[in-house]
């Protein structure tokens, strides 16, 4: 890890000159205080990015930042907690089998972004999202014994998959914008220690959403002329995520997306591993690389980068293709978070910090 040496070393200069004041000083050392901090500015930043470059948000957001945060999520949900093997190998099994839905619906299209799905790809992806749900709550019952639990979960599956079943293309929708929300809900609770730092992060949450549920972010980006960048206009974004709705309620989703898309990026490359550092301090770049080397070891490092650089340079032949691309075959991971809130439902919401494990 020597290559990253000079970085912490100049991490290093940094905090010495912050801790020589303070007040400064008690948001570096207190992790409550910075991560309050930090989050409030990551919902002031998507805010910001709404109102200022929406569209660009939209196609490159998911080309930059997609493939890190889908690593994350495997990084933080799986293979930091604890898990049993079972657990972990329906994890993994339900993943590759909801790629490979929609790795043959994607083929089976000449254009996925602008086409409906095939009802009986649709139907199957919601039917096998549903039962990766149920098995793992019933592998959260076999480690807790919380069998009431199990049943509660389960029927609250059976009652949700029954009602996506009735509309597949709407399901798919409240899909993409509810999980922007999941993550912010497996921070508060999965990995938030102290409940006091959520109140004003939530405000802030809550204050920015109404601001871009008003759909005023786009009409200050129709003004500026950031409204459309790389083959994205509002109206494209509308058709996509609000179809049929009417024009200022579907700005006010189009802009709400954008924002709490940025937000979902911030908890899974922000907040969530800022919480789940045992003790007060931060990790050195030098740590924090061989913590992802320890999680992932070298074959599934070269394997992130591998489809990151594929991401990246799919989206210097097109952006918008690549950014579609990306959307489609990585929607995995939102029925992964929903699974994986179903173990935890009924296994608890606490499980061995994996600094603590023994390795």
């Known amino acids: 890890m020597q290559l990253l040496a000079p970085l912490d070393a100049l991490r290093r200069d940094a905090m010495a000159a912050v801790l020589a004041r303070p007040r400064l000083g008690v948001w570096l050392t ?166 006091r730092p959520i109140v004003p992060v939530a405000i802030a949450l809550v204050l920015a959403t109404l601001v871009a549920a008003s759909g005023a972010p786009l009409r200050v980006a129709h003004a500026l002329g950031t409204d459309h960048a790389f083959g994205m206009t509002a109206t494209d974004a509308a058709a996509m995520l609000a179809p049929g709705l009417p024009v200022a309620v579907g700005m006010g989703l189009v802009a709400s997306y954008v924002l709490l898309q940025g937000v979902h990026y911030a908890v899974w490359l922000g907040w969530i591993p800022q919480d789940d550092v045992r003790g007060e301090g931060t990790l050195t770049f030098a740590m924090t690389a061989r913590a992802l080397v320890r999680d992932f070891r070298p074959l599934g490092i070269a394997a992130i980068a591998l489809a990151w650089l594929a991401v990246i340079g799919g989206a210097l032949a097109s952006a918008r293709g690549a950014r579609d691309t990306y959307l489609a075959l990585a929607s995995f991971h939102a029925y992964a978070e929903l699974a994986m809130l179903a173990y935890f439902a009924v296994a608890g919401f606490t499980s061995k910090h994996p600094e603590a494990r023994a390795r």
């Not at 957001?61 to 799986?78: E, M, N, T």
């Not at 409240?174 to 497996?186: K, M, R, S, T, W």
Request: proline share 5%.
């Open 30 to 195: 207190r992790r409550d205080a910075r991560l309050v901090a930090f989050a409030i500015a990551g919902v002031a930043a998507a805010l910001a990015t709404t109102c200022l470059l929406p569209a660009a948000a939209l196609v490159l957001a998911p080309i930059v930042l997609g493939v890190p945060h889908v690593a994350s999520d495997a990084r933080y949900l799986v293979l930091r907690r604890g898990l049993p093997r079972g657990v972990v190998a329906a994890a993994a099994l339900g993943c590759v089998a909801m790629l490979a839905l929609r790795v043959a619906e994607f083929s089976s299209l000449p254009s996925f972004a602008s086409l409906p799905s095939p009802p009986s790809l649709a139907s199957c992806e919601i039917v096998v999202g549903a039962a990766w749900a149920v098995l793992l709550a019933l592998l959260g019952g076999v480690a807790s014994g919380r069998w009431a639990r199990v049943a509660i979960v389960a029927l609250a599956v059976a009652l949700a998959s029954v009602a996506a079943l009735r509309d597949t293309e709407l399901a798919r929708l409240v899909l993409a914008h509810g999980h922007n929300l999941v993550g912010v809900g497996l921070w508060v609770l999965l990995f938030r220690r102290a409940r």
